[in-house]
């Protein structure tokens, strides 16, 4: 059912590299969201999006940027990787509009591994 | 702020046992509250939803009830099966808050046969 997509599934890299992670949702949803996931399982918010060239730091700070310049995209970017940013990443999006009730649409997540 | 608290787990079930997972939550107002569901390897899903006081959700034999007396949803099914392993997150969305979900940290279920 879900039509958003992130990539890479499975991400292994070096300290100090930039990275991207990439998030596309073909459902014109204004709203998307970056969850991280600890190993724990807990979900932190780290950004949201209202639409393009809307971007919000979530609950839990982050080292990551994103940015929104289309509808349909929402990467997140990581300068400079470092042993900490080990994580899951996850992506999600929520229909326009409505009053509370709307679900979140979620990819099936990076897993990013930084040694 | 707003806050969801859920049972820890992991959760061991023979199948077709009963499950409860407990959820409450902390919020000012009146927020829709949800039970999303993380199969192995996959992105979370939603399962159930309820938006305003004393509504069930229900979906796939799972149910839950809004109740906002003792600020709870918790999570039940009336017979599991070794299909419904996955980790399953209880989140609200408050009023006022636009559409940020928050979560709680999520509880393993695991049936075995």
């Known amino acids: 059912e879900a039509d958003i997509y992130q990539t890479p599934r499975y991400l292994v890299i070096g300290t100090g590299k930039k990275i991207t992670l990439e998030c596309s949702q073909t459902?014109?949803?204004?709203?998307m969201y970056w969850y991280q996931q600890d190993p724990g399982m807990e979900l932190h918010l780290i950004h949201y999006?209202?639409?393009?060239?809307?971007?919000e730091k979530g609950d839990l700070s982050s080292e990551s940027t994103v940015s929104r310049i289309r509808t349909e995209h929402f990467p997140l970017t990581l300068e400079s990787a470092r042993p900490s940013h080990t994580s899951q990443y996850l992506c999600?999006?929520?229909?326009?509009?409505?009053?509370?009730?709307?679900?979140?649409?979620f990819g099936s997540g990076t897993q990013l591994s930084v040694l | 702020g707003d806050s969801v608290t859920q049972m820890e787990g992991p959760v061991t079930l023979s199948e077709e046992a009963f499950l409860t997972i407990n959820c409450t939550y902390t919020?000012?107002?009146?927020?829709?509250l949800f039970w999303y569901v993380q199969y192995p390897g996959e992105g979370l899903q939603l399962l159930l939803k309820?938006?305003?006081?004393?509504d069930k959700g229900s979906n796939k034999g799972f149910e839950a009830t809004y109740r906002k007396e003792t600020t709870s949803f918790h999570l039940e099914k009336g017979s599991v099966q070794v299909s419904d392993s996955a980790v399953y997150f209880c989140?609200?969305?408050?009023?006022?808050?636009?559409?940020?979900?928050?979560f709680g940290t999520g509880t393993r279920l695991q049936v075995t046969l």
């Open positions: 999006s209202y639409g393009v060239n809307s971007t």
């Open positions: 999600a999006s929520s229909p326009n509009g409505g009053t509370g009730g709307e679900k979140l649409f």
């Open positions: 989140a609200l969305r408050g009023t006022g808050t636009a559409s940020k979900l928050t």
């Open positions: 919020a000012t107002g009146y927020p829709s």
């Open positions: 309820a938006t305003k006081a004393d």
């Open positions: 459902m014109g949803h204004d709203k």
